[in-house]
């Protein structure tokens, strides 16, 4: 069975950091780009950031600029995310998405629509 899977989520302090991986079975994820999505209760999904099929380009959300890193190993197909300086309106579940249909992280990498593949989900819950 195809699938994505998260991990890594838990509960850290704010100033904290957590490193989420994001598995794919069944299929390799080395002909897409990849997208880390979250959503906090009441919220829209929200797009936090993206990372080519090479791995060679990358785009974060601006409220995460500077304080996360996505990176890929396709040899491993996971895509990570480390996060540091977590801040509590960081809290939210996070996902990982897969957009069959591009390689690159252009202008669009945010649309939720554009991709086709999507985890379960990984809470993240920041809190003193």
């Known amino acids: 069975q195809s699938q994505l899977v998260e991990s890594g989520g838990g509960s850290v302090q704010p100033g904290g950091s957590l490193k989420l991986s994001c598995a794919a079975s069944?299929?390799?994820?080395?002909?897409?780009?990849v997208a880390w999505f979250r959503q906090a209760p009441g919220e829209a999904r929200e797009g936090v950031s993206c990372?080519?099929?090479?791995?060679?380009?990358?785009k974060y959300g601006d409220s995460v600029k500077g304080r996360f890193t996505i990176a890929r190993d396709n040899d491993k197909n996971t895509v990570y995310l480390q996060m540091n300086s977590l801040k509590p309106e960081d809290t939210a579940i996070y996902y990982c998405a897969e957009d069959l249909g591009a390689s690159l992280c252009g202008g669009d990498w945010a649309q939720t629509n554009l991709y086709a593949r999507w985890g379960p989900g990984t809470q993240v819950t920041v809190s003193s």
């Open positions: 069944g299929f390799t994820l080395e002909w897409n780009r």
């Open positions: 990372i080519s099929r090479t791995g060679s380009s990358t």
